[in-house]
């Protein structure tokens, strides 16, 4: 059976990824890479999302990336909220790259990906990068993610032994966040487990406003899905995101 | 002035590496990876190789790579003794690659120092790999090299927005031992503060028998300068690694 080592954040995309791949026929073992973020929340929605899906324990690697900083995820920066579905596109099609941009984040978490992999004899990583909904982020571009391919393949023992061909997955890419959502409920995601917000309160409950939610929000809605999400109460930003299109 | 990230395990190569660099016009800012290595005498090494050269305070990442396994450097096997240079040398003629291979690792190591190198605005990598003298090692490779720096370019936020050329700079890669302890006393580089050894005793003493430590000796026999590495007494190799090849 072909195996796969899938990124899991504890986030909507990497577990219906996850699934995608699953479905296809892949074995797959799920890995987190514990980055210093903020919020232990995301490991735990990780750890029950590998569980509800029936997938091996997940695997927990530590790295602690606000010994570099650089972004709001590993340093003390503000996490932006309330932005627009729109000024959040607009990021996008300017090509900037948000402030939750981690240097070089997607990379790092390859390559951890490709260590486990190649101690499994997988050759195929998954990874939840879209880029469409949410983007300006340089890692989750298709041209990239190819890259790494060719990289890999130099790159490690399997490669260089020719014992098979590193893929790298990312069967959301070119998906709206509103069709990954109905895929999810297709594939038996439980979405109600997944993590998405940045700036998450210590219970868990989501912001509602910071970039990540705002998209969520709009998916759910533009799928016509009831969102299971805990959000926090006395959230600021309006919970119907159509007006702020 | 051009600012470069260099990778420091504690060992010869990679402060060589580091201060050929530095020699050349660079500002260097080193980075020490813990990797869940045995011996935290590496990273007391590198730290005081830092300080010897003058160089910014050392970085220190850690990730535990023993969640992962699959190396004599990261989980519960033996590290080899006693082979001769000659030995060393058939595995990599044989292309076979070592069982102190730690999947991945370059790829991880590097893919940090990126990240940290974005903070920087910094586009130079430094990693004192070595394809002659030890190698079997797949990212030991100019070729795998070369990927690295084109994945590179499309990683990050400063490639996608042209601000740089990212280079992976291993001007250890073509020399042998020999050839890079002559180099490293020209440039003042402090030998007796590095560590090469994968196994050394609980005080920093190097064991004298692994192939790390064979290569290292016979580096220094074949430089005609004296070895000043402390040692571990009654090593059981013979200390004359002429006999060996």
Chains 1, 2 share one sequence.
Do not use: W
């Not at 260089?160 to 069709?179: D, F, H, N, Q, S």
């Not at 705002?214 to 926090?232: I, M, S």
């Amino acid at each position: 059976m072909n195996r796969a080592v899938a990124l899991l954040s504890g986030g909507l995309d990497s577990a219906t990824a996850a699934a995608i791949v699953r479905s296809e026929g892949s074995e797959v073992f799920p890995l987190a890479v514990a980055y210093g973020q903020r919020h232990a929340v995301e490991l735990e929605a990780a750890r029950n999302v590998a569980k509800a899906l029936l997938l091996p324990e997940l695997r927990i690697v530590q790295i602690d990336l606000r010994a570099i900083g650089g972004s709001a995820l590993t340093a003390p920066i503000e996490v932006p909220k309330g932005r627009s579905a729109a000024a959040i596109a607009s990021d996008v099609l300017g090509a900037a790259v948000p402030i939750t941009y981690v240097p070089a984040r997607n990379t790092i978490f390859l390559s951890v990906a490709l260590s486990y992999a190649e101690t499994l004899g997988a050759f195929d990583l998954v990874i939840g990068a879209n880029a469409l909904d949410y983007s300006g982020y340089p890692d989750c571009r298709s041209e990239y993610l190819e890259s790494f391919e060719r990289m890999a393949q130099l790159a490690t023992r399997a490669g260089l032994e020719g014992r098979g061909r590193y893929r790298v997955r990312a069967p959301l890419i070119a998906m709206t966040k509103a069709e990954i959502i109905r895929r999810a409920m297709e594939l038996g995601v439980p979405l109600e487990l997944t993590q998405s917000c940045y700036d998450p309160a210590p219970d868990g409950a989501a912001c509602g406003a910071c970039d990540a939610c705002v998209l969520r929000r709009k998916g759910f809605e533009e799928a016509g899905v009831l969102d299971p999400t805990r959000y926090q109460t006395g959230v600021a930003v309006s919970p119907r995101h159509s007006q702020n299109r």
